[in-house]
């Protein structure tokens, strides 16, 4: 579900760059397992679409998609690791 409060703001993509997690979420396929409400504010990185996650991803190493929310693009990445 998409959140429009802070700091959220109505986008899709959620990136929680907490060092322990590295975790990106799509917050339209959102599920209650993906723990949504455990990330916290200053782990926060949000963006709009795909492209912009993809160059993230590219330049970031370390991050997975996550297996609930993302599970094509989680399948797909942990098999070209």
């Known amino acids: 579900m998409k959140r429009e409060s802070l700091p959220y703001n ?14 990106i979420h799509d917050l339209k396929h959102e599920k209650h397992s993906c ?13 709009d679409n795909l492209a912009q996650i993809n160059r993230f991803v590219l330049l970031n190493e370390g991050f997975n998609f996550c297996k609930c929310c993302m599970p094509d693009k989680h399948e797909l990445y942990t098999k070209q690791v």
């Open 10 to 23: 109505g986008r899709r993509y959620l990136v929680d760059e907490n060092p322990l997690s590295q975790t």
């Open 35 to 47: 723990n949504i409400h455990k990330v916290i504010n200053p782990y926060i990185k949000m963006m």
